[in-house]
């Protein structure tokens, strides 16, 4: 009998003088390699009239889906069996408070700081892992992520670009570009006024557009700026300017625009600096252009 349960264990897992262990294969490649699917614990929290739960050896990915703020506990060093590398994966789908605690003098390595617990904000994912430590930081947070959006949130996508010295070629160069939209920087001038120094925008689409512009700098005032505003209709792959009056890098200027692209339902913040040569500390003249799209 003990001679057919060995070789029943030899038929379902592959063995190699690396001790490397196969499972549905004869030639693992890694230290354990499956040929198939995988599964970890799932558990839902909390039980009928609890209050708080401690996480055990049974436990890998827990799912919280309570009404009332929760805390969940991590289990404690254990000396004389230490669990090193154990890992739990905790998400919060709701909008109540989710703790985890590691209890008693124990701590959490969160960014290389010391903390008794952390929180799970809604739609968040939480993964920690333990260090092996018996004391001080026993548990690590090795990441917390979004766990798919809310219907009530949304992605913030950018885009950026930074572009030195501000010469013939910035036209082009600073070209920055996020969905429909583009931005750039029309002039060429690195140190003064230049009537033809604009931000300009263009679609990808023929597209109605309205936008809104506040102008910071040397040259206005420094609690009002100077504003502006426009609509209408472009063709697609078009340049239009955002800007009436030239920019000056000289001033260091600042421009802030809300740019909606009607047509398409796409909202925009664009955010730009310019900056002429300075000799203290030396640096080239640049143009910077930072553009956000809410999808």
């Not at 209050?51 to 890998?60: E, P, Q």
């Not at 949130?153 to 572009?163: E, H």
């Amino acid at each position: 009998m003990k001679n057919q349960i060995i070789q029943l264990l030899f038929l379902s897992m592959g063995l190699n003088s690396f001790a490397q262990v196969g499972i549905n294969t004869t030639s693992p490649g890694s230290t354990l390699d499956i040929n198939g699917s995988f599964a970890t614990p799932y558990r839902t929290l909390p039980a009928a009239s609890e209050s708080v739960s401690t996480l055990t050896d049974t436990d890998y990915y827990v799912n919280y889906t309570g009404a009332v703020d929760y805390t969940i506990y991590l289990p404690s060093a254990n000396p004389t069996h230490p669990f090193k590398g154990r890992e739990y994966v905790v998400r919060n789908p709701t909008d109540k408070v989710l703790t985890i605690n590691s209890g008693g003098n124990e701590k959490i390595d969160v960014a290389g700081s010391e903390y008794s617990n952390v929180s799970v904000p809604k739609g968040y994912v939480a993964t920690l892992k333990s260090t092996g430590n018996t004391t001080g930081k026993t548990w690590i947070l090795t990441s917390l992520a979004l766990s798919g959006l809310p219907a009530d949130q949304k992605v913030l996508k950018y885009a950026t670009k930074t572009t030195s010295p501000i010469n013939a070629s910035t036209p082009t160069g600073s070209e920055t570009c996020i969905g429909v939209l583009c931005i750039r920087f029309a002039g060429t001038s690195s140190n003064a006024y230049q009537s033809s120094g604009r931000f300009q925008v263009k679609f990808n689409t023929q597209t109605n557009y309205s936008f809104s512009r506040w102008l910071f700098g040397a040259g206005t005032s420094a609690n009002t700026g100077a504003g502006g505003y426009g609509r209408g209709n472009i063709a697609a792959n078009t340049w239009l300017n955002l800007d009436g009056d030239g920019l000056n890098p000289s001033n260091d200027d600042m421009t802030s625009y809300i740019i909606s692209a009607i047509s398409s339902q796409k909202l925009y913040r664009v955010n730009t600096i310019l900056s002429s040569d300075k000799s203290t500390p030396s640096t080239l003249s640049v143009v910077k252009i930072f553009i956000e799209e809410l999808e």
